[in-house]
C-alpha cells in the first residue's frame, strides 16, 4: 500500500523560512506528477505548487518567488523550501502524488499533512 509521508512543519517567524518533505513507501513505480496544497483555517483546500516527473514546475501566484517545488525521482519524494514566510502562508500542507501506472491504473494518493504557522 502507497504511502505519503510529510514532515518539517512547525512554527516560524514572519521572514522565516521551511522546508517540507514528502516521503513515500509502497511504490514501485514512479509518481508521474507530485504536488503541495494546504488548507488554512475555514477556507478550502488549495494548490500550492506541482512538479512533474520531468521537474517541469507551476507555483500559486501567493507564493511565487518565495516557494520551490524540487523531487526526487529516485525516492519518489518531494520537498517544498518556503522563504519570506507571511502569517498568510499558515495552513496544514498535504503533499499529493497523482498520475497513471501499469497502462492505464488512475492513482492518487494523499498524505496526513503537516501544520505550518507563521506568527510573531
Known amino acids: 500500500q502507497v504511502q505519503l509521508a510529510e514532515s518539517g512543519g512547525g512554527l516560524v517567524e514572519p521572514g522565516g523560512s521551511l522546508t517540507l518533505s514528502c516521503v513515500s513507501s509502497?511504490?514501485?513505480?514512479?509518481?508521474?506528477?507530485m504536488e503541495w496544497h494546504r488548507q488554512a483555517p475555514g477556507k478550502e483546500r488549495e494548490v500550492v505548487a506541482i512538479?512533474?516527473?520531468?521537474?517541469?514546475?507551476i507555483y500559486a501566484e501567493a507564493v511565487k518567488g518565495r516557494f520551490t517545488i524540487s523531487r526526487d525521482n529516485v525516492k519518489n519524494t518531494v520537498h517544498l523550501r518556503m522563504d519570506n514566510l507571511t502569517p498568510e502562508d499558515t495552513a496544514v500542507y498535504f503533499c499529493?502524488?497523482?498520475?497513471?501506472?501499469?497502462?492505464?491504473?488512475?492513482?492518487?494518493?494523499w498524505g496526513q499533512g503537516t501544520q505550518v504557522t507563521v506568527s510573531s
Open positions: 499529493r502524488a497523482q498520475g497513471t501506472a501499469y497502462g492505464n491504473r488512475r492513482y492518487d494518493y
Open positions: 512538479v512533474s516527473s520531468g521537474d517541469s514546475a
Open positions: 509502497g511504490s514501485r513505480f514512479r509518481f508521474d506528477v
